[in-house]
């Protein structure tokens, strides 16, 4: 689930939805309540900087995922200013992602290996097998990058969407 801020002016402001940090943040406590696996992801951007450390820390609080992002793509409905007058400097990812994962990184700074992920399937993600996006008005898809297919939540209930967005990548 996308969370960009921990401060609702941010949030809404991110999602140009009014309400909608009440609303997200209702829905990861509502979900890990009833057990549902939720991983929580943010977009590192001048606006939410000195947000990020503190989604890490609620995520971890929760005992969830988290996952903070240094890549900012444009929108496909036509952005009004190019992404890059909201992007972070490489070392600034790069200090941000130090304080929200330590255990990444040795004492002597140098970062651990990563897992590499078999490449037998559509993705060399979750996504469609682990992971899928909600949109703000309901709408499941394989991720915020990729824009198909869309179901609707609101409509159909979320098993029957997981359901028919598995079937995509099985």
């Given amino acids: 689930i996308t969370f960009n801020s921990l401060r609702p002016s941010v949030f809404d402001s ?5 309400g909608s940090f009440t609303k997200v943040k209702n829905a990861i406590e509502r979900l890990v309540d009833n057990g549902i696996q939720v991983t929580v992801k943010s977009t590192a951007m001048s606006q939410n900087k000195e947000d990020l450390i503190n989604i ?13 992002d240094g890549e900012i793509l444009p929108c496909r409905s036509g952005c009004l200013e190019w992404p890059d007058n ?12 130090r304080k929200i994962y330590p255990e990444m990184f040795r004492p002597n ?4 290996k990563r897992f590499i992920r078999k490449r037998d399937r559509m993705f060399n993600c979750g996504a469609g097998k ?13 991720c915020l990058e990729i824009d198909y297919p869309r179901y609707n939540i609101l409509l159909e209930g979320i ?7 598995k079937a995509e990548v099985d």
């Fill in 130 to 142: 682990t992971s899928f996006s909600i949109t703000p008005y309901g709408r499941m898809n394989f």
């Fill in 159 to 165: 098993n029957t969407c997981w359901n028919k967005l």
């Fill in 56 to 68: 890490g820390k609620y995520a971890r609080a929760l005992k969830i995922p988290y996952m903070m």
């Fill in 14 to 18: 991110l999602t140009g939805v009014k």
């Fill in 86 to 97: 909201f992007s972070l400097s490489a070392l600034d990812i790069e200090m941000l992602r």
């Fill in 109 to 112: 700074g140098r970062k651990l």
